[in-house]
């Protein structure tokens, strides 16, 4: 590149600089959020790039599901929905956020794929007074005062199905997970509930095997210490491509004989396309099934349908459900919804219709007490769909 | 199922995980000997290695449907598109001075993220999914344990791909210059063969061996972002245990880190994370020059 630029170039750098200045100006200028045309800015953060693009796709497609069934409106107001692409994590989690919360001035954050992000995201939201309607990652959090998320906690799943597995399987349960924080957390709520209902593991010393993450992507030495330990059930939670490995090596390998109950990420949206036949006959629980009967899961299922192949997923749905609680907070904030009216009046919306069935936010953890359910891989047409076999315990504290 | 012991029950649960070591072992074998053969013969550090392997890989999981034309047709197309990438990388290399490892490093790094960006870019960030034949897709029974059908072919073909690499280099004139080489490239180059031309010859010829095990392994170390990475990995650490210029000892290796992450996974879980480079430092520990004896004495 020549040391000196054109003067023309240079001049246009300049106009182009001048524009974007002015333009961030006029914005700074705004009231945060909402504009005297009853509008309102909602900021959605999903990872749109990198290794959870699959989950922040879903998750955006949900929010937008929402308003394009809803007229593009929330509480009555017209929504300009600001997107940011969340990354990999908080590194690039955290300058987004900031954009959103500090330039555009939504009045409300949405989304977050990773429980990093969540956790790296919160400072600023104490700083700017923003509530945040989380529909995926939540980490442990001291202070939930303006966190509220749409998902589940980590170790919900495995306790939920700790009764069912006790009920069901005669033996002892071998439980393996990913070494990582969201393994511990999901594997822990399986063993805890299983030990206190007095369920065995049969894990030689009697603690989950973890196995390195994401370095695993053989697993037959371990399935090679289950068939060893005369385990008559597996439980274990993976996600991702992780998921797909384990399944598929499982199904060759020579405990494919022994049921196998997991988390319901282990068959959940893309990676039960990828596993297929491996797949089938998988226990999973989780606090949605693209089948569930009644009315709002109908309408939903339909409308995501006519804009999408396959059927939506729990991410999805998790967004679907924040569009439709900020939806009711944002009408239940009055004239002014400023952020501060909105958190309250989350706080105090009650019961949530919504296609997973009805549920309502914790007051202690600020996430759902909610149904979980038993589904499993079965044929469904052409495809390979989980399938609704039970309902489980409604968990939430 | 109930299987029926085919040895002392102590042993039995480890049968699988041992024949799995062989498997891994063979597929790191014929990933790493291109390292080696680089690095030993053409005295060129490739760090871009990793990236030959992946774009195999990604061949693989592009082409691959479920038929045996396809694997057939995979395999070429993965051995090609490699080796020209190899032959790539040696025109890159040219201005390089032989011997200069850093340079080397750095140029040939920078062409693996490159590389792993633009394959990244083509084939998305999800780790693409591998179809094998139907045929091999199952599973078969050995010695009353049940083990995936792929994985058993795979090491019958790696292991006559292993002789054939044997025989190429003892037997045949390229492979008797490949030695010449190795033993002295100042005579070699008397003799009117011209240096560069081995060292391109043995770049597209490390580019074909990578490919072809990134198409053939993908079942097992399959196409994803970091596959560059473990790949160049597992090469390097063979490249440190089996020592340059002696395919024993890189055969030992390779074999020796596939049991290790098998085998020996599977007898110490809770070590899992760091089993592999506990043993290479005691290796190092005990015998500074890897497995096996150089050909070379320097």
Not at chain 1, 6 to 33: E, I, K, M, N, Y
Not at chain 1, 280 to 301: G, T
Not at chain 2, 170 to 190: F, W
Request: net charge neutral; hydrophobic share 50%; proline share 5%.
């Amino acid at each position: 590149m020549p040391l000196t630029t054109p003067w023309r170039s240079r001049a246009l750098t300049a106009a182009l600089l001048a524009t974007v200045l002015t333009t961030s100006t006029a914005c700074g200028d705004d009231a945060p959020g909402t504009s005297a045309g009853g509008s309102i800015k909602i900021g959605l953060l999903a990872s749109l790039s990198g290794t959870y693009q699959a989950v922040g796709t879903e998750i955006r497609d949900g929010f937008q599901l929402y308003l394009d069934t809803h007229d593009g409106k929330l509480g009555g107001r017209q929504v300009d929905l600001v997107v940011a692409d969340e990354g990999n994590g908080a590194q690039t989690a955290v300058p987004a956020a900031t954009k959103l919360l500090k330039q555009d001035r939504v009045s409300a954050l949405t989304g977050i794929v990773g429980g990093g992000s969540v956790a790296g995201v919160t400072p600023v939201l104490n700083e700017t007074k923003v509530p945040l309607v989380g529909s995926n990652g939540r980490p442990e959090l001291k202070d939930v005062s303006r966190i509220w998320h749409t998902s589940y906690l980590s170790d919900e799943p495995g306790a939920a199905i700790a009764q069912h597995v006790r009920d069901n399987v005669k033996g002892s349960v071998y439980a393996i997970g990913p070494d990582y924080q969201g393994g511990w957390d999901e594997l822990r709520g399986f063993t805890d509930a299983f030990d206190k209902i007095g369920g065995k593991l049969a894990n030689p010393d009697g603690k989950t095997t973890f196995t390195p993450f994401p370095a695993t992507t053989n697993f037959l030495p371990y399935f090679a210490r289950i068939k060893a330990s005369g385990a008559a059930a597996v439980y274990t939670f993976y996600a991702g491509s992780a998921a797909v490995d384990f399944v598929k090596q499982y199904a060759q390998s020579e405990i494919k004989d022994i049921p196998l109950y997991a988390a319901g990420f282990l068959t959940e949206g893309g990676v039960l396309n990828a596993q297929g036949e491996a797949a089938r006959d998988i226990y999973s629980v989780l606090n949605y099934s693209p089948d569930l009967d009644n009315a709002e899961n109908r309408a939903f299922v339909a409308a995501w349908k006519a804009k999408h192949d396959g059927s939506p997923t729990t991410y999805a749905l998790a967004s679907y459900d924040a569009a439709a609680v900020l939806d009711r907070a944002i009408g239940a904030a009055g004239s002014d919804p400023t952020p501060e009216a909105i958190n309250t009046a989350i706080g105090q919306l009650g019961q949530i219709a919504s296609p997973r069935g009805t549920w309502q936010f914790s007051t202690t953890t600020h996430s759902p007490v909610q149904k979980w359910y038993l589904r499993q891989v079965r044929q469904d047409g052409r495809a390979l769909s989980n399938t609704v076999v039970g309902d489980l315990a409604t968990v939430g504290r | 199922m109930i299987a029926v012991a085919a040895g002392p029950n102590r042993i039995d649960p480890y049968l699988i995980p041992a024949l799995d070591g062989v498997a891994y072992g063979l597929l790191v074998f014929v990933a790493a000997s291109g390292l080696v053969f680089c690095f030993g013969v053409a005295n060129i550090l490739n760090l871009a290695h990793g990236l030959l392997y992946a774009i195999g890989g990604y061949t693989a999981a592009a082409v691959l449907d479920g038929g045996w034309a396809s694997l057939a047709l995979a395999l070429a197309v993965g051995v090609l598109a490699a080796a020209a990438a190899g032959a790539l990388l040696a025109g890159l290399l040219t201005p390089v001075a032989t011997g200069n490892h850093l340079s080397q490093a750095l140029l040939t790094f920078g062409v693996a993220l490159a590389g792993g960006s633009l394959l990244v870019a083509g084939f998305g960030p999800d780790d693409p999914q591998v179809r094998v034949p139907a045929a091999l897709e199952g599973s078969v029974m050995v010695a009353g344990h049940r083990y995936a059908a792929y994985r058993l072919v795979f090491i019958v073909v790696a292991a006559v791909l292993a002789v054939a690499l044997y025989l190429v280099v003892r037997r045949t004139r390229a492979g008797m210059l490949v030695r010449a080489a190795v033993d002295d490239p100042e005579m070699v180059a008397c003799l009117g063969v011209s240096p560069a031309r081995i060292r391109a010859g043995v770049l597209a010829a490390a580019g074909a061996l990578a490919g072809a095990a990134g198409v053939l392994g993908a079942p097992i170390i399959g196409p994803g972002t970091d596959t560059a990475d473990t790949v160049l990995l597992l090469s390097l650490v063979v490249v440190v245990l089996g020592g340059l210029g002696s395919m024993a000892g890189t055969l030992l290796a390779a074999l020796a880190i596939g049991e290790i992450q098998t085998l020996g996974v599977a007898l110490l879980p809770s070590a899992a994370p760091f089993l592999l480079f506990a043993a290479m430092a005691a290796v190092l520990a005990v015998r500074a020059r890897g497995l096996a004896g150089r050909w070379r004495t320097t």
